[in-house]
């Protein structure tokens, strides 16, 4: 399935998910690309500088919502926005310091929020709109070293399953997806317990999915307007699991190595 001849803001564009869905996006569509890397923003735009416009943007930044507003202003309002930007972490909750669980909701949660309030506050009466959050697994159950990004996830999951009955008569459509592990820089930037970075401390995961795999199945979900997606593979065996039995996943999971 295509997407084609709409007005896109993409979040967390420059790299991992984002970036993979400017490319595929760009020669149909006409983008607003959104990240913190003002160097990756320019080499993306050159592959259809007719189609593509960026902005540097903080999703965690008190003035998200002030300046989507500007950017609303300033660009276009957008029929479809894909939601990326994200930072996980690696820590179990007893080793972790706090400031690991403030940046989790700092920009996993609040950094899709307020930037996506202000385009809900000023879409006009008649404005279809269709808002893609990339959520993860986590956002489904919880797993090991993963409290904090869990939370933030379970956060988004019950604020977007909200809107979608709130604003569905008033033309807002929510695809959420929760995928599983993915091939993206994410895992090599996750917070570790005393708050930074792995900086190589973490290597990733050597079973994940690559980012072009994840991409196409986005691409689908949204094109069919569907409301939830996991995209996923070993992450289905604790998917079904906690889904079947909350006291098996338990029982089971909770003797696993962390990883």
Do not use: C
Not at 157 to 185: K, M, N, S
Not at 205 to 228: C, G, L, P, Q
């Amino acid at each position: 399935m295509k997407i084609k001849g709409k007005k896109i803001w993409i979040t967390g564009a420059s790299s991992g998910i984002g970036a993979a869905l400017t490319k595929v996006l760009a020669a149909d569509n006409q983008l607003l690309l959104l990240a913190r890397s003002q160097e990756k923003l320019e080499q993306l735009s050159q592959m259809h500088p007719n189609q593509i416009q960026f902005e540097l943007f903080d999703v965690s930044d008190a003035e998200a919502y002030l300046k989507t507003e500007g950017l609303i202003e300033k660009y276009f309002y957008p029929d479809l926005v894909f939601f990326n930007a994200g930072i996980s972490q690696r820590a179990i909750a007893k080793e972790a310091k706090p400031e690991v669980f403030k940046a989790m909701m700092d920009v996993n949660y609040f950094g899709v929020i307020n930037p996506f309030l202000a385009i809900l506050h000023n879409k006009p009466e008649n404005q279809q709109l269709q808002v893609v959050v990339t959520n993860s697994v986590a956002g489904k159950f919880g797993y090991w070293m993963r409290s904090g990004y869990a939370a933030s996830k379970h956060a988004l999951t019950g604020f977007f399953d909200t809107v979608a009955l709130e604003e569905y008569q008033h033309g807002l459509r929510v695809t959420q997806v929760f995928p599983g592990r993915i091939d993206t820089p994410i895992n090599q930037h996750a917070l570790m317990a005393d708050g930074k970075p792995s900086a190589g401390r973490y290597e990733g995961f050597t079973d994940a999915m690559k980012t072009e795999y994840v991409v196409r199945k986005i691409i689908n979900a949204t094109a069919a307007k569907k409301s939830h997606k996991v995209i996923a593979k070993l992450e289905w065996i604790p998917f079904v699991v906690y889904n079947l039995s909350k006291g098996l996943f338990f029982r089971l999971f909770s003797k696993r190595k962390p990883e």
